[in-house]
């Protein structure tokens, strides 16, 4: 019976890594493709005429800060 509780305790340490393994690569690949959607809208939003007083660059920052705060801000 120990034999059986060691193998499955081992397993699971295996696949807890293999699922964080994955739910980061997730997270990794999610931010990317916000901090790109974060460059069309405030391109968007500059040839649109929103933000007059802000150029892309001050946009694009605003964007971008506010999505590392929400990924990587609450741990």
């Not at 509780?5 to 890594?17: E, L, N, P, R, S």
């Not at 690569?25 to 790109?36: A, E």
């Not at 649109?48 to 150029?55: A, S, T, V």
């Amino acid at each position: 019976m120990t034999t059986l509780t060691a193998t499955y305790a081992y397993t699971c340490k295996v696949c807890d890594a293999v699922a964080s393994f994955f739910k980061n690569s997730l997270k990794k690949i999610q931010f990317s493709l916000q901090m790109s959607a974060n460059r069309r809208v405030a391109h968007e939003l500059c040839s649109l005429g929103f933000y007059q007083d802000k150029e892309f660059k001050q946009i694009l920052q605003d964007m971008n800060d506010k999505a590392v705060q929400e990924y990587y801000g609450n741990k």
